[in-house]
């Protein structure tokens, strides 16, 4: 047997091998729509009728190891590294309509960046039609899925609680066959709520963020997410009223299968776990109080996901904020002799 003959044969060995492995990435790019971490501390605490912007920037460090298989894009690959950088940009408006005594908000989310993915063996894609050895690699900068959220938000005391109705709608920046997409071509809903618990006195923090993604069909890849769940947390000391530390994390487990025409990898579920910390610190911009959050996140009990850590830089400041509601003059009683 001649090398070259020799050599695709090793090669569809290998690849016939890594197909029939159970150690398969759960949802399509072993990613949700719903990015785990950014909702931090005082996640449940709505601001006051007005304009607010908010930036995050990301950075996504994690890998694929032990022949585990990823499908993205009609790609099928093995030990993936996926090494993303992006910035999310959303505009906020909290109107003063109330809703059970609730403040009716509305926001939306543009993110842009480059996830720098790369594959030890590509076993199949929808740009050449064979088997594929060797190395490849996608560092693509793009916009990704837009974000569109309305939430209400309630006070009472130290209790501050809210619902969010997000709908994630594709950008149409996506490319089949390409391995780095930040738009994931996923349309999809998250429902969530969140609670905060808030002591100005003692200084202590307590957030808790559960929530549900129910993804749709990825029309360009036939691939169908299954049902997601997540819940994030934060308890955080405030050392003064501008510095606070604390601990954060997230967990995330996938409650269905994966499925569509386009799933060649099967309907496996992913999990995972991760704990973190956080320091925010409050400063004024001549009169604009500016906010700014660090989050670093370490993940672990990985099941069918990569594995890693990420990091938050979340920047926040008003725009415009409505003058409090004048408190109504005192009735004047007059009474007769």
Known sequence: MSGAWRTLGLTVACATGLLA????????YAQGVYVLGNRGPLAGVAPPPGFYFESE??????????GRLFQGGGVVAANVKNDTSAVFATPIWVTPVEIL?????????????TPNVSAGAVLASPRIDRIVAGRERDAIFNVGDIYLASFVGWHSGNF?????LLGV???????????????????????????TYLDPVLGYELSVVPGITFNWINPATQYLTGTEFHLEW?????????LSVGLVGYYYNQLTGDGGSGDRIGPFKGRVTSLGAQIGYTFKLGEIPVSTNVRFFREFDVK??????????????????????????????????
């Open 57 to 66: 920037t990301y950075y996504y460090s994690g890998n694929l190891g032990g």
């Open 101 to 113: 005594g609730g403040n009716l908000g509305f926001s939306i989310t543009i993110p842009f960046g």
């Open 234 to 242: 934060s308890a955080s000391k405030y050392l003064s009223k501008e």
């Open 169 to 195: 709608v594709p950008s149409g920046s996506f490319e089949n066959g390409q391995l780095s997409n930040i738009a994931l071509n996923r349309p999809a809903i998250d429902l969530s709520g969140a609670l």
């Open 304 to 337: 069918n996901r990569f594995a890693g850590t990420a990091t938050y830089l979340t920047i926040s400041a008003p725009l415009w904020v409505a003058p409090p509601k004048a408190a109504p003059e005192p009735r004047t009683v007059v009474t007769k002799n």
């Open 160 to 164: 501050h609680w809210s619902g969010t």
């Open 21 to 28: 492995t159970p150690e398969t990435q759960a949802a399509e």
